[in-house]
């Protein structure tokens, strides 16, 4: 019995005792105090971007205590200063798992012409000195962060490389109206001569909704977060056409008679800024169609619908004139200046408000006389009855 003690403990002591063996050759994580790029070997040979596909560079690995997977980016600046966020530098959004890295010259050029400030085209090419350094870290946890040496690349040559400026294609309208969330934000109408498909050569685009503002203010942005570039009153030629009392209300665009209005917002390109015309139009929706009072294909007060009283209502169609069956069909729009009437047009189908905006002709929707259409513009909603 004394020998099986003996024993036991025998086995416990070397197992205890490989376990300490298994915790010391676990990897610790050391913190790198050196991390070299190499000079290029031709590096006061002249960088012709625009005629380059990559630009070679090679480092040493940090030294972690341990082969680790190790992730770097390149950094660049053009005067020597490391502050990407007050622009001084630009970190490339590429990045590489080995110590010997292809830069795309056209990512490299890109990041160089925003870096220079410069936004007239003429300007360009130009030969300039650019600084180089190295980001590393581990691939699994991002951590060990460290920075090369800063390697000068004197003859680089820097072409135009910014991508061309488009009018957005999307927008969307924020404020008292839809407490100030950009989850309930509306999304606004796109109209038709916003697709490429319909000629668009990205210089323009326009942007519609009806909506109910209350007395305060709304904003537009052509995404649906604050980014910065939300526009307010300063940012903004704004354009009053229903009395609705536009002014710079906090850096919103104030609105002081609340009501039904339709809201257009139009954006050019001028170089590379976009500029935006916010107006505020009256709330005037048509019956277009065989069926309209007066239905001769043109916009007239005799087809205009009445305007609710409440932010919730619904607008209600005149009587239609005549049974409709077939092409003519039962078809609504509002009129906005500088697009035709079936560019902004829309129907309800199944119950449901729907914009033909840069999309082909909408099915046809027939109706008999003495019915109207109603529609609910904050709800998407409405029927013929």
Not at 41 to 62: F, G, H, R, V
Not at 196 to 203: C, F, L, Q, T, V
Not at 315 to 327: E, I, L
């Amino acid at each position: 019995m004394k020998k099986l003690y003996i024993l036991a403990s025998l086995l416990i002591g070397a197992a205890a005792f490989s376990a300490c063996e298994k915790q010391d050759n676990t990897p610790v994580l050391q913190e790198p105090t050196t991390f070299v790029l190499n000079e290029p070997a031709y590096k006061n040979n002249l960088y012709d971007l625009e005629n380059s596909t990559s630009i070679e560079l090679s480092c040493s690995q940090p030294d972690y205590g341990f082969t680790a997977a190790t992730t770097y980016a390149v950094e660049v600046s053009l005067t020597g200063e490391w502050n990407a966020e007050a622009g001084k530098s630009a970190v490339l959004g590429t990045t590489y798992s080995t110590a010997r890295m292809n830069v795309d010259a056209s990512e490299l050029a890109a990041a160089l012409t925003s870096l220079s400030g410069i936004e007239d085209e003429s300007r360009f090419p130009f030969v300039s000195e650019v600084h180089v350094r190295l980001k590393a870290s581990l691939t699994a946890s991002g951590e060990g962060v460290i920075y090369s040496n800063a390697v000068v690349l004197p003859n680089v040559r820097i072409h135009f490389a910014l991508p061309a400026v488009a009018a957005p294609q999307d927008m969307y309208l924020i404020g008292d109206c839809n407490g100030w969330d950009w989850g309930a934000a509306y999304a606004m109408v796109p109209g038709y001569d916003n697709a490429e498909a319909n000629g668009n050569d990205g210089s323009h685009s326009e942007f519609w909704c009806v909506a109910y503002l209350p007395q305060g203010g709304f904003k537009v942005n052509f995404a649906k977060a604050w980014d910065g570039n939300e526009r307010g009153f300063a940012q903004v030629t704004a354009v009053d056409n229903a009395s609705a009392g536009l002014s710079d209300s906090g850096g919103n665009i104030g609105v002081a008679t609340a009501g039904w209005y339709i809201v257009v917002v139009r954006t050019t390109v001028e170089g590379r800024d976009v500029n935006y015309t916010v107006e505020v139009n009256k709330p005037d929706v048509y019956l277009m169609g065989t069926n309209a009072p007066v239905n001769d294909w043109t916009i007239n007060e005799a087809n205009l619908f009445t305007v609710p009283s409440t932010p919730d209502g619904d607008f209600v169609s005149p009587a239609f004139a005549y049974d409709t069956d077939g092409d003519g069909g039962v078809r609504a729009c509002v009129s906005i200046e500088g697009l035709d009437w079936w560019k902004t047009e829309f129907m309800i189908f199944d119950g449901v408000l729907k914009y033909r905006a840069t999309g082909p002709d909408q099915e046809r929707v027939n109706g008999t006389k003495g019915q109207v259409l109603k529609i609910n513009f904050l709800k998407g909603t409405g029927e013929i009855k």
